[in-house]
């Protein structure tokens, strides 16, 4: 006859097995408690340090040209760049000491999700990096834009600057989101689609629009050597003496006042040249 099992001893080893499992979880949960905490201080000490020699070696002035651009100036954003990255310093040193707690604790979930997070704020410095330069690079675009557009008079002229700006600037993104390691196959698909139709819109609709300026702009290069500042001359009939020229106009002193002709005339009227 099979004798019954002891009641007593199956408890006895439940409880036991029980203790043995709170104190190995509890004794864990200590060591991690204690990671924690200096990883805490090593954290918080570490980002102090950096954000003071940041500080000091003048990165904060970085971020305050940054605020000039024209397209961050309107959100009126206050930030200081070596806060940010003494942030940053923090928050990937006390995740890289959460993966040690999580192992310490034996779950392996968290591990994971920690371990992801502190391999891709590497990649999320870089391509922060790379979309800065890019913001500065299109601010350079859409000044060097500006400028030329204004140098030649040309109209819309901070419409075509600005709309260099996003075009570079979205370039810069597309290239900072592959650094950091998300698909944009998609996202280059439809830029390539958008600027396409564009450019053919805009290159249609403005050379039509600016088909005269374009003449002048011309005219200048074949005029500039025949004429100069003081010289008399004749334009369809009209007499004086040469004040300026620039790339679209040019400005005659004559009796009845300042005439301004556009410099394709030189090129489609009669022109009488009475000294040189």
């Keep these: 006859m099979n ?8 408890l006895i080893n439940t409880f036991t097995k029980l203790i043995d499992q709170f104190s190995t979880f509890f004794s864990n949960l200590v060591s991690a408690i204690v990671i924690l905490i200096i990883g805490w201080v090593i954290a918080k000490t570490a980002s102090i340090l950096i954000k003071n020699v940041l500080s000091r070696v003048g990165i904060d002035k970085v971020g305050d040209k940054i605020k000039e651009i024209d397209a961050i100036k309107k959100f009126n954003l206050d930030f200081k760049l070596s806060q940010i990255l003494s942030t940053i310093v923090y928050i990937f040193i006390m995740l890289f000491l959460s993966v ?30 790379m979309l800065l330069i890019g913001l500065f690079v299109s601010d350079l675009a859409k000044n060097f834009v500006n400028s030329l557009t204004k140098s030649f008079n040309i109209a819309s002229g901070k419409l075509i600057g ?5 075009f570079v600037l979205f370039i810069s993104v597309i290239l900072a989101l592959g650094q950091a390691g998300i698909n944009t196959s998609l996202l280059e698909s439809s830029f390539n689609i958008l600027i396409a139709g564009i450019v053919l819109a805009f290159s249609i609709g403005y050379g039509f629009a600016s088909k005269d300026i374009l003449l002048n702009i011309v005219s200048s290069f074949y005029s500039k050597n ?7 001359v004749e334009i369809s009939g ?3 003496t040469i004040l300026k020229m620039d790339n ?3 400005v005659l002193d004559t009796e009845e006042g300042e005439t301004v002709f556009p410099l394709k005339v030189l090129q489609n009227e009669k022109v009488v040249i009475f000294n040189k």
């Design 248 to 250: 679209t106009s040019i």
């Design 100 to 129: 040690s707690a999580a192992d310490t604790l034996g779950v392996p979930a968290i591990s994971n999700m920690f371990l992801m997070l502190v391999n891709f704020i590497p990649k999320l410095i870089v391509a922060s990096i």
């Design 162 to 166: 600005l709309g260099v700006f996003f």
């Design 226 to 232: 025949k004429y100069t500042e003081g010289q008399i």
């Design 3 to 10: 004798r019954l099992p002891n009641l007593k001893d199956i």
């Design 238 to 240: 009209v007499k004086g």
